[in-house]
Nanobody, 112 residues
Framework: QVQLVESGGGLVQPGGSLRLSCAAS????????MSWYRRAPGKEREFVAN????????NYGDSVKGRFTVARNNAKKMVYLQMNSLEPEDTAVYYC?????WGQGTQVTVSS
């Protein structure tokens, strides 16, 4: 079955960096676009980034443009989210997904 497992979250100070990973299995990973979303407490789910199946096309939410970078490795069935210049407003649970399938999420907390 479809499995998506996020990792790499944690506590980081403002201005710091984290790299999230998402391990995928159970579907044809190399031919599907993948997305990252986040949900902060009390807020609606927010689009963070997506990447085309080839990796050649990426899109970002306005709040993360220029700070976050999405990448993928089709051979390893992995998607990554490099997050730089983190701000307290980036605190959220981050999810990777495809179609209606989503992982359990990984918590990112930005705080001094």
């Amino acid at each position: 079955q479809v499995q998506l497992v996020e990792s790499g979250g944690g506590l980081v100070q403002p201005g710091g960096s984290l790299r999230l990973s998402c391990a995928a299995s159970g579907f044809p990973f190399a031919i599907v676009d993948m997305s990252w979303y986040r949900r902060a407490p009390g807020k609606e789910r927010e689009f963070v980034a997506n990447i085309s199946f080839s990796g050649r096309t990426t899109n970002y939410g306005d709040s993360v443009k220029g700070r976050f970078t999405v990448a993928r490795n089709n051979a390893k069935k992995m998607v990554y989210l490099q997050m730089n210049s983190l701000e307290p407003e980036d605190t959220a649970v981050y999810y990777c997904g495809w179609a209606d399938f989503w992982g359990q999420g990984t918590q990112v907390t930005v705080s001094s």
